[in-house]
């Protein structure tokens, strides 16, 4: 074991050091459909929010042209707008009729009665245009969920299923988050105690071409595994570079 001024003296044999990604993603989705297309490969960096794939979405583009089409339509709100100004003109001419008793009341009832339905139409084509546009945005948000997005930023473990293939029910790819990694070490019982969170340590991973990295003590196990006389501790490196693989194995050295 590597050794530092001040380091607890561990023997490797007593010691089990593993380094694991911080979090692993089984990729799924409650759409249906067929993958047309992946965005990503096995082994690609992703951010969160990054497209992963595309389900086939013939059917939502058609759906978002149309209600585009609807919302975006003025036309009958137009008609509706200029029958009611021809109508509110007759009702005037008809009103000062009235007045001057050149006509019947049940003309001018008659005329009255055109505006208010008049108006009554102009309102609803209002109120279908405000809910063409409310469909528009639902067929877009059904659109946008055939895009399958990241759920993190990490790395492309394994891609599952590939385009053709349908997406109901089963896992399409792993994800696993490498920024931080989980160093997961096992002690014996007899440092149970000293090692405690915010403690400081060197990780060693035992893969060619590594270096040392210092870290911290995130978490100690408050349950002591009794058959092996050992306790975990968990400890976060970080790899903002993804210098460090996960999955390896690896030397720690506590500091004083």
Do not use: W
């Not at 546009?133 to 055939?146: G, N, P, S």
Request: proline share 5%; net charge neutral; hydrophobic share 40%.
């Amino acid at each position: 074991m590597p050794g530092t001024s001040g380091a607890f003296n561990l023997d490797s044999r007593d010691v089990d050091c593993l380094i694991e990604p911080h979090v692993v993603v089984e990729v799924s989705t409650r759409e249906t459909g067929i993958i047309e297309a992946l965005s990503v490969n096995r082994g690609g960096i992703v951010k969160k929010g990054d497209p992963l794939l595309l389900l086939e979405s013939g059917h939502e583009k058609l759906a978002v042209k149309l209600a585009k089409a609807r919302a975006t339509s003025y036309a009958n709100v137009e008609s509706k707008k200029a029958a009611l100004e021809y109508l509110k003109r007759q009702q005037k001419r008809v009103v000062n009729l009235y007045k001057k008793k050149a006509t019947s009341f049940t003309e001018k009832d008659k005329a009255d009665t055109d505006v208010m339905l008049a108006e009554m139409e102009l309102r609803e084509a209002r109120e279908g245009l405000q809910m063409a546009k409310i469909e528009q945005e639902r067929a877009e948000h059904a659109l946008a969920r055939r895009t399958i997005p990241s759920p993190i930023s990490g790395i492309v473990d394994k891609v599952l299923l590939d385009p053709g293939e349908s997406v109901e029910d089963r896992p399409i790819m792993v994800l696993a988050q490498v920024d931080p990694l989980n160093v997961e070490v096992v002690l014996p019982l007899r440092l149970f105690g000293a090692v405690t969170v915010g403690k400081a340590a060197e990780i060693m991973p035992l893969v060619p071409g590594s270096r040392k990295h210092r870290t911290q003590v995130k978490i100690v196990d408050k349950v002591i595994d009794a058959a092996s006389g050992t306790f975990g501790v968990r400890l976060e490196l970080p790899n903002p570079d993804y210098e460090v693989p996960g999955g390896v194995r690896c030397e720690i050295s506590f500091l004083e």
